[in-house]
């Protein structure tokens, strides 16, 4: 007979169970989007690096204000897998920072960079899973060259993706059009070699191109090329991708730092109801 108290049935421990429902606001399809940007990690709060005590922080105050994440292809694509009163948070990596991602010599997360946060995070909260996305530059990836492909299949497992930043970074304002293609088809053909066929865009430093076009799609060497969208530096909530006038290649990100306009300038916005944020129905 089952027992009816102490979460056991048979002897075997049962999975907690979830609330129907993940906070009490009310549906809004409409509502903003919050994409988070991170950078470097450090263990001291600077300028470009996120301390790894205010991410562990981030992600805690994110969890209780019914926050879940998505990637952003899924974002892009308005299909964000969100239980019922979730509201999305794209949180996104740029530059593949080696405090961002670090394997031990057993191949296993170094607990003390930021995604070996983010698992353990995800381990005691896991509706919260390690779903991001990372904007990388190829010639980095996070150091450790020769865990490189081990580091994707991780990413892979995890649910997140890799993203373009192009190449070497530049500003792409300060590049010829042709340049500008190299840049980006360079990027995408190593994505490709990882299985990512449709990705997003990152512009270095936020800077767009002249020539505005060539994100619509472009040819180079006889071959196509196509993002799905690109996301800026231009601290804002996102539109819902249910918008009217939607720009999926202007998409706004909140600068993961300390003080006016970070992480928690926005939250405090959304949790005195300042902004009205994407809940799921």
């Known amino acids: 007979m089952a027992s009816t108290t102490g979460g056991m049935a048979s002897g075997v421990a049962l999975a907690p169970t979830l ?6 606001r009310k549906p809004n399809s409409q509502g903003d989007v919050l994409v988070l940007m991170y950078h470097k990690f450090a263990v001291k709060e600077t300028r470009y690096d996120r301390s790894y ?44 920072a080696t405090s961002q991602f670090q394997l031990q010599d057993d191949g296993s997360v ?36 020769t ?28 590049l010829t059009d042709e340049q ?4 980006i088809a360079k990027s995408l053909d190593f994505l490709r070699k990882y299985g990512y066929d449709q990705v997003s865009f990152a512009y270095p430093y936020g800077i767009y191109p002249k020539n505005m076009g060539i994100l619509d799609g472009f040819y180079w060497h006889d071959r196509a090329y196509v993002m ?22 202007k998409v706004p990100r909140v600068e993961a730092e300390e003080g006016s306009l970070g992480v928690d300038f926005w ?8 902004r009205q944020v994407f809940v799921a129905p």
């Open 19 to 24: 609330p129907t429902r993940v906070s009490d």
């Open 147 to 174: 865990w490189i492909d081990r580091k994707v299949e991780l990413i892979k497992e995890w649910g997140s993706e890799l993203a373009s930043h192009t190449w070497d970074h530049p500003s792409l304002r300060k």
């Open 180 to 183: 500008v293609k190299v840049e």
């Open 267 to 274: 939250l405090d916005k959304i949790e005195r109801g300042h």
């Open 53 to 96: 005590d205010h991410f562990g922080q981030d992600l805690e105050r994110l969890y209780e204000m019914g926050f879940r994440p998505v990637t952003m292809s899924q974002y892009l694509s308005n299909d964000m897998p969100l239980r019922p009163g979730a509201s999305p948070v794209v949180i996104t990596m740029d530059d593949s």
């Open 110 to 145: 170094a607990p003390d960079c930021a995604l070996g946060i983010w698992q353990t995070f995800a381990a005691n909260h896991p509706d919260f899973p390690v779903h991001g996305t990372f904007y990388v530059l190829p010639g980095v990836m996070w150091g450790q060259k």
């Open 228 to 249: 799905t969208g690109a996301v800026t530096c231009d601290t804002d909530l996102a539109p819902s991708p249910n918008a009217d006038g939607f720009k999926p290649f």
